[in-house]
């Protein structure tokens, strides 16, 4: 096996899917090393699953810097900027070679994008629907609203590049989960589907671009 890629990981709750990676990483399973997990909220989960796992962790709120600005759409948009140029100087600073949004409920700007490719660092997330469905947040609910309305009869979880404009990054990996008449119809038996999904494809996905990042360096 190469040398493990460096590898962030950002969230912003329960952690299930950092979880299911830390786990195939003790297992020796995916070859990464995770130098650090961060969180946009300080009561994410995730981050003492990343304690547990002895992970470097770091809490970045956005709200320090929206207290710096004016409550305008340009002191939001300011405040965003500058949260964001940190995040990038924060992550940097770890030299790592990918990040995988894992649950990171934040739309990042170019002050963030930029750095980070200039840096030449991947940027990954997994999203629960199909390219292009229901992007941002809140998609399982979408989507099952939209079963239970008839508009659908799948969806999906993917594993993306990300851009600019969210989730519409080049997919890396999907997987279609068709709905189930007669089953689904509750929405947490639903849910937990879909995350049991993610709980796969999430390791799989990752793989796949830990070993892209691999052949690249060993070119
Ligand atoms: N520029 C991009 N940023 C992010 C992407 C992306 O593809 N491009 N993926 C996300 C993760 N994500 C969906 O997969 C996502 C997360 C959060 C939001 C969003 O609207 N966030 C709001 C705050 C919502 C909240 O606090 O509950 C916001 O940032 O104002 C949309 C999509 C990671 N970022
Ligand atoms: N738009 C991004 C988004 O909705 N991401 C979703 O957040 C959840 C995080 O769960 P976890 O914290 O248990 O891994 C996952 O379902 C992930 O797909």
Same mark, same amino acid.
């Given at each position: ?11 912003? !709750?329960? !952690? ?12 020796? #399973? ?6 650090? /997990? ?5 009561? &994410?989960?995730?981050?003492?699953? $990343? ?5 470097? *962790?770091?809490?970045?709120?956005? +709200? ?7 409550? *305008?759409?340009?002191?939001? #948009? ?40 200039? &840096? ?41 590049? =990300?851009?600019?404009? =969210? ?6 990996? +999907? ?13 947490? /038996?639903?849910?937990?589907? /879909? ?6 494809? =999430?390791?799989?996905? /990752? ?6 990042? &691999?052949?690249?360096?060993? $070119?």
């Amino acid at each position: 096996m190469s040398i493990p890629i460096r590898a962030t990981v950002l969230i912003s !709750g329960n !952690g299930s899917n950092l979880q299911a990676v830390i786990d195939k990483v003790a297992a020796g #399973q995916l070859n990464t090393t995770l130098v650090r /997990v961060l969180s946009n909220r300080k009561d &994410a989960f995730g981050l003492e699953r $990343a304690r547990k796992a002895n992970i470097p *962790t770091q809490y970045h709120n956005l +709200v320090k810097y929206k207290k710096q600005h004016p409550a *305008t759409p340009e002191g939001v #948009q300011a405040a965003r900027e500058e949260y964001d140029a940190e995040l990038a100087r924060l992550i940097l600073a770890d030299s790592p070679e990918l990040v995988i949004c894992l649950g990171f409920m934040h739309v990042l700007s170019p002050r963030f994008l930029e750095p980070l490719e200039r &840096a030449k660092v991947r940027i990954i997330n997994l999203h629960p629907a199909l390219p292009g469905a229901f992007n941002g947040v809140n998609a399982i609910e979408r989507a099952h609203a939209a079963w239970m309305e008839g508009k659908i009869d799948k969806t999906g979880v993917m594993i993306h590049d =990300v851009i600019s404009e =969210v989730d519409m990054g080049k997919p890396i990996l +999907v997987r279609e989960i068709p709905f189930r008449k007669g089953l689904d119809e509750d929405i947490e /038996v639903f849910e937990k589907r /879909v995350h049991e999904t993610e709980w796969g494809i =999430v390791i799989e996905g /990752v793989d796949l671009v830990l070993k892209e990042l &691999a052949a690249r360096k060993s $070119a």
